[in-house]
Structure formats: C-alpha cells, structure tokens
C-alpha cells in the first residue's frame, strides 16, 4: 500500500458517532440524574419517535433485532406446526427467529437483480402450514411489497417485515415498517441507525399485537400488574442510555442516508465493468446499508482490496439453507447459491467522500481486470 493513501474503512463508525458526541453525553448524564437505567422516559419518547418516523402507530424497543423478529412471530401465534417462508439471501437470525418459536423456515429463492425475496418463489411455497412470509429488506433496499403483499393477501398469510437494515427505506412511498403486520427492526452498531450497544425494535399498526408483544418482551406480565403473569414471556428490554442515544441518532437518520445514496450512485458511474452492481426496483427508494456488487474470482479481488487498505464484507457468502445448523431445511435454490459465490460489499458510510469512491473503484479495476463482465 502506497504511504500517501489513507485507508478506506469499510465503516466509519468513529466518524458517524463521533459528531453526536455532545448529545450522547447530555443522554448519559439525564439517565444518571434520574436513575431509570430500563425503559425510563427516554424509551418511550424514542419508542413514539421512531412509530412516528416509520409511518407506524406502535413502536416498542427490545433487546435486539433477532428478539423483535421472536416476538413478532410469538405475538402472532406462530409456532410448532407453522412453516414461515424465509428467503435464503439473508443474515441467519432471520431463520434462527422462526426457528426459536418452534416453527420450521421454508427457503425460498432470491431474484438475480436485486437479490431479494422472489415473490413468485413465495407464492410456489405455500402450503396449507404456512403461517407468514418474512420478506427481508435487504442491503437498504425493500422488496416489493406490493408483490410480496399480495401475495400474502391471496393465501390468507401475515406478512412480516425484516427492516434489520432498511431505517428509513421506501417502495412506491411507503416506509420500511409500515406495510406489513409488523416489522423488527435491528439498532446493531453498524445499522443505519445504529446504537451504542445492542438493540432493536418492533413496528406495528396494530394495537393490540403491540400491546402483547411488549408484554411478552416483558416477562409477560399483566397489563393491569407487574406482580401476576398471564403469558409466558421473556426478557428483551430497551435500555434508557441507548434510547437516548437513538433518538439523538434518529434526528439525523435522513442526512446520513442521503449520503449513503451519493456514495453509491458515485459507486455506480465509477465502477468498472467487472463489478456489477445489485440492482435497484424502479419503485424502491433504498437507503444503502450495505453497497453491494457481484464479482468474479472474489478470494483475489478481496486480497487485492485488503492489500490496498481498503474494507470489505461478505452479505452473505453462505445461503442459509446451505449453513449446517440448518441442513434439515435444505433446499435447491439456484440463484441464491450463484449469488454467494460472487457477492462483495464495498465500503458504505454517510462519511464516505467521492475521493474514497474512486480509490476503490480504481483498485477494483484493476483487480478484475480481465473478468467476464
């Protein structure tokens, strides 16, 4: 590597936290004040914020990203018996949650362009125990809800939304957790709304489901007292330090996002032609939690990025119908299986400036130079 040419992380998450110093501080320092270490003022304050940002009316704030998607699932019934269609182009714990409350995952395979759920895929694997469809709004980038949903509709099923890493996405204007019965949401550091730790969150229009699954995300008490237990709960609670904290975050959600899609559309004019990128629905406004392009011979282009300094990831290098913990599920899924062969995910931050997009575009070219286009 050059002495002259700084590394390009594959995350700036000292430069995306570090502006909000001041207001993580002043969070830190409410919470010492009054003490309510778990679900004090701030939680509710971002739980209403966060409703409000995603066009939902209930929001309510959990351990993590995998325990909302649990709870959604529990909260709906689901369990022993049920199969939840899952596409087999996502990150484990979207299995791992199905999984949890007994239930058994029906793989589905991914469309080649944007690599997300095939709603024709979803529609062919509906059986008479299906219980829900987990469309997974992956990269940044929804599905087609409109597809997916009516979809659902036709065979009476819920449809569930995985926004794990789509805070602030739309398809044809309706925001990431508004269109499904429910959707969990991810706060991992590295989301687009990252916190300061673990944490994540369930969006809903329904009241009452809402009302349920806070109670089973606290130890299923009562909702006339903390003393008596009518569900069989768990505990996957929000924070008040971290609450505070994304609401701080929240405020700035859309700044940060509209520098992800400049980043990427530079990614995009730049990029050479072994590097394809995935593609964007017409009707989706993705807001690039990961920026994602499809290579040849990738073990030499990773060596040849990392030589340079420059990050890289893997989303997701093995479909979860092929990872061993799952090999009771596994299924023939073509495209998903190509896919993860060859997917690379460049580096994406709302930080990344256009002299960084084209270093990497630069090295990419001449790592693949030769490749099949």
């Not at 701030?42 to 409703?51: G, L």
């Not at 990029?271 to 290579?295: D, I, M, S």
Request: glycine fraction near 10%.
């Amino acid at each position: 590597m050059s002495e002259n040419l700084e590394p390009v992380p594959f995350l700036d998450l000292a430069g995306v936290n570090g502006a909000l110093r001041e207001e993580y501080e002043r969070a830190f320092s409410g919470v010492l004040d009054h003490g309510k270490f778990i679900g004090g003022p701030e939680v509710a304050a971002f739980e209403a914020e966060f409703a409000d940002y995603c066009s939902a009316r209930e929001a309510i704030g959990v351990g993590n990203g995998t325990d909302a998607l649990e709870l959604i699932l529990a909260g709906l019934g689901i369990g022993p018996g049920d199969e939840v269609i899952v596409p087999a182009n996502t990150f484990i714990a979207t299995a791992e949650a199905v999984c949890y409350v007994g239930a058994r995952p029906r793989f589905v395979d991914v469309l080649p362009d944007t690599l997300l759920l095939d709603p024709d895929a979803a529609d062919a694997a509906v059986n008479k125990n299906t219980a829900a469809i987990i469309g997974v709004h992956l990269f940044g980038q929804m599905v087609d809800v409109d597809r997916v949903g009516a979809v659902a509709a036709k065979h009476g099923v819920a449809f569930v939304e995985d926004a794990a890493q789509a805070h602030g996405a739309r398809f044809a204007g309706q925001r990431a957790g508004s269109v499904g019965v429910a959707a969990g949401f991810s706060f991992y550091p590295g989301k687009n709304l990252g916190a300061l730790g673990d944490a994540g969150a369930v969006v809903t229009q329904d009241a009452e489901l809402a009302g349920k699954i806070r109670r089973l995300a606290d130890h299923g008490r009562s909702a006339d007292s903390r003393f008596h237990h009518d569900l069989r709960g768990r505990n996957s609670r929000m924070d008040s330090v971290i609450a505070g904290a994304l609401s701080a975050k929240l405020r700035g959600l859309d700044a940060a996002n509209a520098g992800r899609v400049r980043a990427w559309e530079q990614y995009v004019a730049q990029l050479p032609a072994g590097a394809t990128p995935v593609a964007r629905h017409p009707k989706a406004e993705a807001v690039y939690h990961l920026g994602v392009v499809q290579v040849e011979n990738r073990e030499q282009v990773c060596k040849t990025l990392t030589e340079a300094g420059i990050g890289w990831g893997l989303h997701y290098p093995v479909p979860c119908h092929l990872d061993a913990a799952y090999g009771d599920f596994r299924e023939s899924l073509p495209v998903a299986e190509a896919a993860a062969e060859r997917i690379l995910s460049l580096p994406m931050s709302p930080t990344l400036d256009s002299a960084q997009v084209a270093r990497v575009c630069n090295v990419l070219r001449d790592a693949t130079r030769g490749a099949p286009a």
